[in-house]
């Protein structure tokens, strides 16, 4: 399967994408720069997304902040589904 892994350099997402990888998958991981949660581009969206079967969200911010929690966990997700 072709597969783009959100969170794919974090604790939880950098063992999903090895354990995918060992089962043969094609794994993705968009970097924060590829893809910013905090100002997603729609062209950079679709280039990553592109024929892709499974999109994966292991994206775990923390932050004092609610607006950035909210914008990052709730708002970019729906966005992106």
């Given amino acids: 399967m072709n597969i783009v892994l959100l969170g794919g350099s974090?604790?939880?997402g950098s063992c999903v994408a090895k354990i995918?990888?060992?089962k043969g998958h094609m794994v993705s991981t968009?970097?924060?720069?590829e893809l910013d949660l905090l100002n997603p581009n729609r062209?950079?969206?679709?280039?990553?997304f592109a024929n892709k079967?499974?999109?994966?969200?292991a994206?775990?911010?923390m932050s004092r902040y609610a607006e950035?929690?909210?914008k990052v966990h709730y708002q970019?997700?729906?966005l992106l589904a």
């Avoid at 062209?43 to 990553?48: C, D, F, G, L």
């Avoid at 079967?53 to 969200?57: F, M, S």
């Fill in 20 to 22: 995918l990888r060992n």
């Fill in 76 to 78: 970019t997700p729906k």
């Fill in 59 to 61: 994206v775990g911010v």
């Fill in 43 to 48: 062209q950079n969206i679709e280039k990553i």
């Fill in 30 to 33: 968009p970097t924060r720069k």
């Fill in 53 to 57: 079967e499974v999109i994966i969200n």
């Fill in 10 to 12: 974090g604790f939880v």
């Fill in 68 to 70: 950035v929690l909210d």
